[in-house]
């Protein structure tokens, strides 16, 4: 069959590699002058640091599948991710940990204490935790909530915690050891080259051809094609026909600077006072590389308008509403599937981005050989 794929992040190329490999032939489209979306990495031209274009990605996963698609595709060096914080002139470890919590509360507790002390805090009169601020409240109580969440997710999403959903919270562990590592996974590392090259070398095959800097069009970019997989908003398909999913768009305002700016990757800043969420040190990424000067991004988070680069789906009440109306228009689509963060308008990391991507693939291999047709579909986004 000829797939036409609209999109060249992780989501696109692993689903037309997996065509690709199955015979089938694939044309992709990506509006960007470059491969890998969001996850796009260069070397700056005046430092030669390596560069996340769009903000830290950080590859970690508990996924097998995943793990080997992506090392067979580019070289991992382990990396475990760890995040400071600053707040009120004092700068702490993130996630929560018993070294957080002692410097918070100024004691010495040991693990058995500390989750004591924790629980003692902790709301309990809260069963179902119906937002952010009450799944919080209900885990570490109100200095620990206050201290480190809700000024960061005030500034980061742009709304009162109290109407955010808990999920964003659940992604973050708090832990009562000393273990500071951001993330729990099995799997933790960056690509020694970037992400640039792991998708290159993805899309690196002769049953797929991909054009750049050439949006595919939902009207007529279809024709003379089998089947279409789109990766690109889900509203930006329809022409936003029923108004504008909601997202949070991110600006970097970049520095280079001599040596070692802040000591670390990521240092968040959790002080609603302070504008931006936090800076990034590149280089601090890349632990293995020398580099005598620094690029530094430092982040800030607003509503995404009609020109922005989307980042997160806010997936507030009113947005469900139309994410509903667009999945029924989703649904009503022939031959069309709608695939990845953008194409299902959810907040997900690049392991949960290719393990989801691989699922769609084989499904439409599946529906393909049982002669069913392609379904729109391959999670449930609602
Ligand atoms: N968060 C916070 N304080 C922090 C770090 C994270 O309040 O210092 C909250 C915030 O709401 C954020 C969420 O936890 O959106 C998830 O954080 P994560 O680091 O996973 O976000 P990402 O790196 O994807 O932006």
């Given at each position: ?9 992780f989501?696109?190329?692993v ?24 996850c ?17 990605h950080i590859f970690h996963t508990d996924d097998e599948r995943v793990w080997e698609y992506v090392n067979r595709?580019g070289?991992m060096?382990p990396f475990n991710h ?89 992604r ?9 590592r951001y993330y729990n996974h099995q799997h933790q590392a960056m690509p020694?080259?970037?992400y640039?090259?792991i ?149 997900l990391d690049m392991d949960v981005t290719i393990g989801e991507a691989l699922r ?23």
């Amino acid at each position: 069959m000829r797939f036409v794929v609209g999109g060249a992040g992780f989501s696109g190329a692993v689903v037309a590699r997996q065509l690709a490999e199955a015979g089938h032939e694939v044309t992709m489209h990506e509006q960007r002058d470059h491969l890998a979306g969001n996850c796009y990495t260069v070397r700056d031209a005046g430092t030669d640091v390596l560069v996340h274009e769009y903000g830290p990605h950080i590859f970690h996963t508990d996924d097998e599948r995943v793990w080997e698609y992506v090392n067979r595709f580019g070289e991992m060096v382990p990396f475990n991710h760890r995040v400071r914080t600053t707040v009120g002139g004092r700068v702490y470890l993130m996630p929560v940990n018993l070294l957080t919590i002692n410097q918070l509360f100024g004691t010495a507790l040991r693990p058995d204490e500390a989750r004591a002390f924790v629980e003692q805090k902790a709301d309990s009169t809260i069963e179902e935790p119906a937002n952010f601020e009450e799944q919080a409240l209900k885990f570490m109580g109100r200095e620990l909530y206050e201290a480190f969440f809700e000024g960061y997710t005030r500034k980061q999403w742009g709304r009162d915690p109290k109407d955010l959903p808990a999920s964003i919270l659940s992604r973050l562990p708090i832990r009562f050891n000393y273990d500071d590592r951001y993330y729990n996974h099995q799997h933790q590392a960056m690509p020694r080259n970037g992400y640039t090259e792991i998708v290159a070398n993805i899309v690196d095959h002769p049953g797929i051809e991909v054009h750049l800097s050439s949006p595919l069009d939902p009207q007529g970019g279809r024709a003379g094609f089998d089947h279409i997989v789109w990766t690109g908003p889900l509203d930006a398909w329809f022409g936003h026909r029923l108004g504008r999913l909601g997202y949070r768009t991110l600006d970097f305002d970049r520095f280079t600077a001599a040596g070692d700016y802040q000591g670390c990757a990521v240092m968040n800043y959790g002080d609603y006072e302070v504008p931006y969420t936090r800076t990034s040190e590149h280089k601090h990424f890349a632990p293995w590389e020398q580099h005598q000067q620094t690029v530094v991004f430092r982040e800030t988070s607003r509503a995404c308008g009609p020109d922005d680069i989307p980042y997160y789906p806010i997936r507030l009440v009113d947005d469900k509403e139309l994410l509903s109306q667009y999945l029924e228009l989703a649904r009503g689509e022939s031959s069309v599937s709608f695939v990845g963060r953008l194409g299902t308008y959810r907040y997900l990391d690049m392991d949960v981005t290719i393990g989801e991507a691989l699922r769609a693939a084989d499904g439409m291999l599946e529906a393909i050989a049982a002669g069913d047709p392609i379904p729109p579909f391959f999670v449930d986004p609602s």
